[in-house]
């Protein structure tokens, strides 16, 4: 079975701060990893998606995630945020010719003036 | 192309009473899955299916649940005898195949009283 551990729950940052939302997986076998954003009374929207290939993923929003194999990790990142950015951030794992993600249990992101 | 829609977006029922959601997803899309998210978590996969065939259920889904997807469009989810613990929003989302983005509707929320 897979599993998602996302470090942290709540991430207060300034606008035009970096960020890091931290995301570790567990899993026996190859996986996908993805990194949703949930604003406010809305469905889940992707942002990002790592499936193979180069580890650096980049995506929509000035948002990119580093798939790093040997620490099981996808962490999301972004240089300068924005206050439109603050909402809830789930990273999420599917194996490879499944069906079904698990996700993590959310990362609510607050962006202040 | 006018994304995953659901209805109800709310729905309130008393307990021991039944309910029926529905979802329509993207046209082109041959899969379809149902999740359910509680306050500060992320969503947790109910099942899936690929056209009509319901290919996956997870163990979370007890025999008062059961969903269909008889034409391989759209898909209804039933809670029979519905308890308090059933309140939640269910978010179903659609996609070509495993490894796609999913794109998720905006949910319906269930309140049970």
């Known amino acids: 079975a897979q599993s998602v551990t996302q470090l942290d729950s709540q991430v207060p940052v300034f606008e035009e701060a970096p960020v890091e939302l931290r995301c570790n997986y567990s899993?026996?076998?190859?996986?996908?990893l993805f990194w949703y954003v949930q604003y406010p009374n809305q469905g889940l929207q992707l942002l990002l998606k790592?499936?193979?290939?180069?580890?650096l993923v980049k995506g929509i929003n000035g948002f990119e995630a580093e798939f790093n194999k040997s620490q099981t990790s996808f962490h999301l990142r972004k240089p300068s945020v924005h206050i439109s950015d603050t909402a809830e951030y789930f990273c999420a794992v599917s194996v490879s010719g499944a069906g079904k993600s698990t996700f993590g249990d959310g990362t609510t992101l607050t962006v202040k003036p | 192309d006018t994304g995953v829609s659901q209805n109800p977006r709310h729905k309130i029922t008393k307990r021991g009473q039944n309910v029926t959601f529905r979802c329509d997803p993207i046209?082109?899309?041959?899969?379809l899955y149902w999740y359910r998210q509680t306050l500060g978590q992320g969503p947790e996969f109910l099942t899936y299916f690929q056209n009509e065939a319901q290919l996956e259920k997870s163990r979370l889904l007890s025999d008062r649940f059961s969903a269909e997807r008889p034409k391989g469009s759209f898909s209804t989810l039933e809670i029979q005898r519905t308890e308090q613990g059933d309140s939640a929003m269910y978010l179903c989302?659609?996609?070509?195949?495993?490894?796609?983005?999913?794109?998720f509707g905006p949910g319906t929320r269930l309140t049970v009283t």
């Open positions: 989302a659609s996609s070509f195949t495993s490894g796609d983005e999913q794109y």
């Open positions: 899993s026996s076998v190859s996986v996908y």
């Open positions: 046209s082109e899309h041959n899969r």
């Open positions: 790592y499936l193979s290939g180069s580890t």
